[in-house]
Nanobody, 127 residues
């Protein structure tokens, strides 16, 4: 059972930056692809960015390309999301997700690829 805990959310002005972290309890963290999703009230969960087990492959939603960067530190069992150039439309609860993959370079871009989820952290971007 993988337990995930996000941190780093908060309130920021348009154009500002935040760095989210997600710490995993699993010793075999490197067996899991990781991703960030986000959700606003009344809407479904939206894929934001994902990273493969090895860190060698990433996938980004078009809406965040060039602004957000995902990275992982397998030794620290942690995945990060650096968010720059934040916009009001980035306001959401951000969830960290983990999913086992067979291939080291696989990155799932839908929530069905991830079996473990954190409780979420609120990101609010003021205009």
């Amino acid at each position: 059972q993988v337990q995930l805990v996000e941190s780093g959310g908060g309130l920021v002005q348009t154009g500002g930056s935040l760095r989210l972290s997600c710490a995993a309890s699993e010793r075999t963290f490197s067996n899991y692809a990781m991703a960030w999703f986000r959700q606003v009230p009344g809407e479904g969960r939206e894929f934001v960015v994902g990273i493969s087990r090895s860190g060698g492959s990433t996938a980004y939603a078009d809406s965040v390309k060039g602004r957000f960067t995902i990275s992982r530190d397998n030794a620290a069992n942690t995945v990060y999301l650096q968010m720059n150039g934040l916009k009001p439309e980035d306001t959401a609860v951000y969830y960290c997700a983990a999913g086992r993959t067979i291939l080291r370079q696989t990155v799932h871009t839908t929530d069905s690829g991830y079996g473990y989820w954190g409780p979420g952290t609120q990101v609010t971007v003021s205009s």
